[in-house]
DNA sequence: CTCACAACTGCAAGCGCTTCCACACACTAC
DNA sequence: GTAGTGTGTGGAAGCGCTTGCAGTTGTGAG
């Protein structure tokens, strides 16, 4: 393999001055550097990544600790905040976590912290102060997305406020029999979404003066699949339908959707639903919901890690509040005369 | 931070011995063995990755290029890849193409090359031989997945005789006037694919000697959406209407059955359904498929790699055949009486 | 009892870069 | 003239590990 020493001896300087014109860093003359940039290219020489780590203590890469890679949302912040690294000349080191909680014990012990990763990026995800306090202590900036993180910085929305406005939109059309889709309480303890987004159902409920009823709110686990059961149930059993669902996510929305179908339901004249996402497939679906922009919840997570990477400076803990969009499309509407 | 150097004096043994104790290479005496471990967990201590990569040449990192993280497929290989690597103490660079060129050069050249992974997993992606040739230069095994990689390895799936066995569950059924939902071209010139199911289904038509009608082949790009938008133009357009559509994917299988829906279309009564992959939405659909297992694809992916990394053997480029499974549900059913 | 050989251990030489430091040189300022 | 500043450069010391080599000890065979 060519080293850098190759290209220093082809472009007649140090091997200092090479690293340093290649880098960019410190003072080296336009000659130099030209030279040092043709000799490297004729070469075909790229840096070894794991040298200039191990000299520099900089890896020039960032890990990104998901649950899942199949939920719209991990997806979503997966590629937004892929493209901004790519952008950036970073790597991306892609932590599935998965069910398996042996893999999240091994991620965070072995993984992160063998100093692989400039920074950390977790979505989702629950570190308990202790793991945090072992990232900071290696000096690596941490932002979380989509959860808190006591003592590290997240990106997130107002996820009470978006379930306000969502259901809001709702009550806003004459609806009064609005059911609610939430998470399960498990997802609660790691990242408290559901019981933000569903309180914020309940304040514009009584806010209404419309009655929240326990039948009508049923949990499910954020995929199509787990809210399809769960809507079937909803729709099947109780006395009463309901004429409008507000579900606590787009994929949770769909899988009402799809129930829906199974019942005869015309969307939205039988049934009005709404979602929060802005799920790809809300457009062919033609489903109501708040867009919360993930991909650019990914790439401002990139974007403010960069920042503190670059100004060597430790990230203050913040909060910072991504804004969101209603979306309205045809899955809601006014309910039909007599039934609300 | 701690290094090997306070683990052995901790431990009271040389920096070579902790090392080889901690790596389980060369021989250590179990007493030795022991003290290093303890020494190495009462102080926290966790290898340097960068340092040992260096020394060592191994960088214990796998590479996988996808063209996106969205399609099912490719979230599917990721999930499958991730755990396996999880497993083995690898770590999983991501690096997600997406629509701009310019990226993909830039992770070809900038990034692959830099010696930072010991292997590379390619997925639907066309690498040219000369890249292959590069690659193989700096001894990195590659193994290709969903399409021909020239030179290198791959698993595949037999997409012409899947096609076949698609279509002819529909011909079974007593299916005449199928349509078929195709990839774009452009597809093509990367993988292959389309055209290679797309001939699996004309050679069964032509089998039975049923009329393959050129406005019964559509094509997508291979999401819900797209398909969902040439399904109803397949299905709104054509002066008689298909009893089945056999889709190239899921997601396009998918995208017909909410068109169908528009259309007041019932599935299975007025049109019959099915496509490939095993997507997990197919369970809530009822959906009617040839189940790719595209998680077990990534973890053979995994496995052929890490075997040859193990073995220091060069990878003989062979070509694996993943095998497939007809999965009935309920999206496909006897044409309606009249309609054949 | 000697020798061959295996098992174990430590020394030290790297792995391929980055960066501190020292030095040379060209300026401007007094 | 000297001192002070800034720029450009190379030497060399690491970064924190792995591993070849050589040395020590223990074992069974001859």
Redesign the interface.
């Known amino acids: 393999?060519t080293g850098i020493k190759d290209v220093a001896e082809r472009a007649g300087l140090s091997v200092a001055t090479v690293s340093r014109a290649l880098s960019g860093k410190g003072n080296v003359s336009p000659t130099s550097r030209e030279r040092a940039r043709a000799a490297a290219a004729e070469l075909g020489f790229?840096?070894?990544?794991?040298?200039s780590?191990?000299a520099s203590g900089r890896?020039h890469?960032v890990g990104l600790v998901v649950p899942?890679?199949?939920r719209?949302f991990f997806?979503?912040v997966?590629?937004g905040a892929?493209?901004a690294l790519?952008e950036a000349?970073y790597?991306?080191?892609?932590?599935?976590i998965?069910e398996?909680p042996a893999?999240r014990q091994?991620?965070f012990?072995?993984?992160l912290?063998?100093?692989?990763v400039d920074a950390v990026i977790a979505v989702s995800l629950e570190l308990s102060e202790d793991e945090i306090e072992q990232l900071h202590a290696?000096h690596r900036p941490i932002v979380g997305i989509g959860g808190p993180l006591p003592g590290a910085s997240t990106i997130r929305i107002d996820d009470s406020g978006i379930a306000l406005k969502a259901t809001n939109h709702l009550l806003g059309l004459g609806h009064t029999k609005i059911a609610h889709i939430t998470g399960h309480e498990a997802y609660d303890q790691d990242f408290h979404l559901p019981g933000t987004r569903r309180s914020g159902f309940e304040k514009a409920m009584n806010d209404a003066g419309c009655p929240v009823r326990p039948e009508w709110i049923v949990s499910a686990d954020f995929?199509?699949?787990g809210a399809?059961a769960a809507a079937r149930q909803l729709l099947a059993s109780a006395p009463e339908r309901p004429t409008a669902v507000f579900a606590a996510s787009d994929e949770m929305a769909i899988?009402t959707i799809?129930a829906a179908?199974d019942f005869g339901l015309r969307i939205p004249d039988d049934l009005s639903v709404m979602g929060i996402d802005g799920h790809?497939?809300g457009?062919?679906?033609g489903l109501t919901t708040i867009d919360q922009d993930a991909k650019g919840q990914g790439a401002l997570a990139v974007r403010t890690l960069l920042g503190a990477i670059n100004n060597g400076l430790v990230l203050e803990p913040a909060d910072t509040e991504h804004p969101t969009k209603l979306v309205v499309r045809t899955s809601t509407a006014v309910p039909k005369p007599g039934t609300s």
Do not use: C, P, Q
């Open positions: 393999m790229v840096l070894s990544y794991h040298a780590s191990l890896t890469n899942s890679v199949h719209w997806s979503a997966i590629e892929s493209a790519l000349g790597d991306l080191t892609l932590y599935n998965g398996n893999h091994s991620v012990s072995d993984f912290l063998r100093k692989r290696v995929t199509i699949e399809y899988g799809l179908r790809d497939l457009n062919v679906l």
